[in-house]
């Protein structure tokens, strides 16, 4: 019987690329509706449903055309690569839109924040919401941002492949 593993690369690829395209596609749609600034919980499910619908079907393919196996490395491999490819492909999109689209974008979600900081905290003095603002404002530059969005896409996808290849693990039997 021969025991010949198919490479990872074409699936890493393929399903990045379609969890990149998908994410640009509900960011164009998010920016479209004026809600590229509004932090509603519907739009923090749909940012772990995506990821998680596309590395799962992208490690079940494999195993599938792997005759059923799959080990454990080789998920979080695939994992990994498909939220790497996912978030560099956001990442373009995010330089795109906040560079050249939308220029102001990072202002207009600081002026957002301090409204929902003095709604949520009629009680904080002037002073302290500008202190606040001047903090969040050293945080908020591009380089930052997308940082910290691709090692947040990166620990997701970890998170999903550890979970789902734990799941779906299956040893050859030699």
Known sequence: M???TISTKK???KYGVILG????IYNVFLYLTNNITSEHWIH????????????????????????DFLKLGKALKIGLGI?????IITIVWNV?????????LFNQILDTQR????????EMSPEKVNETMEFSKKFSSSYIVNTIGLFWRLLLGF????????????????
Do not use: D, Q
């Open 115 to 122: 409204e929902k900081m003095i709604l949520n905290n009629p």
């Open 83 to 87: 939220s790497l490819i996912g978030g």
């Open 44 to 67: 923090v499910t749909i940012n772990i449903a995506i990821p998680f619908c596309i590395i799962i079907y992208g490690l079940y393919s494999y195993k599938s055309n792997n005759n």
């Open 21 to 24: 395209i998908t994410f640009v």
């Open 11 to 13: 699936y890493i690829i």
């Open 159 to 174: 998170i999903i492949s550890l979970i789902a290849g734990a799941i779906m693990h299956k040893k050859r039997n030699l």
């Open 96 to 104: 795109l839109l906040s560079n050249v689209i939308e220029p102001n």
């Open 2 to 4: 021969e025991t010949k």
